[in-house]
């Protein structure tokens, strides 16, 4: 079963191994957008960095593969920080792999949904590229301008 986890523990080291072996597009990174970026094996620095920026996030949040797949992480991995503001967070970092377009809106899916609700008590999502209303996703309200999206959950 796939689903999404919070990168702690034993999970680290493996993650940082999956990342050595596995391309991925950087589509943001230290909470800029990057989604010119092109599908590589990142270079020792470019690993460590976005590797570091993964642990060092509030939120952390990994796409696990079930226990029976050869596979051990799936294809989008997004990580999250605190906002100024306290009903807020932001998407710092953003890995996906192809179809591009859909893992971006996956992961962001992932996120909001672990985050935007009453056990964490966040509000909003900040994600720093413009997004589009999500078809099926009624519930969740989207504010885009240029430099980005602000997602919400909307209430009736």
């Known amino acids: 079963m796939i689903g999404p986890i919070f990168l702690r523990g034993e999970l680290i ?27 590589e094996r990142f270079e020792l620095e ?8 993964f642990i060092n996030s509030d939120y952390p949040i990994i796409c696990r593969s079930g226990s029976k797949s050869t596979i051990p992480f799936w294809d989008y991995h997004i990580a999250v ?6 009903k807020e967070v932001i998407v710092n970092e953003l890995l996906v792999r192809e179809p591009n ?3 971006v809106t996956n992961a962001v899916l992932m996120a909001f949904y672990m985050l935007i609700n009453e056990r964490y008590k966040y509000e909003r999502l ?7 209303d999500i078809v099926g996703y009624e519930e ?3 504010q885009s301008h240029k430099d980005g999206s602000v997602l919400f959950r909307k209430y009736a």
């Open 140 to 142: 969740i309200g989207i």
């Open 46 to 53: 470019k690993l460590n960095d976005t590797f570091d920026a």
């Open 81 to 86: 920080n605190r906002s100024k503001y306290d």
């Open 13 to 39: 080291h493996q993650f940082k191994e999956h990342l050595t072996n596995t391309e991925y597009h950087r589509v943001i990174h230290n909470g800029v957008d990057d989604t010119n970026s092109t599908t």
């Open 101 to 103: 377009d859909q893992n």
């Open 126 to 132: 900040v994600v720093p590229i413009r997004m589009n």
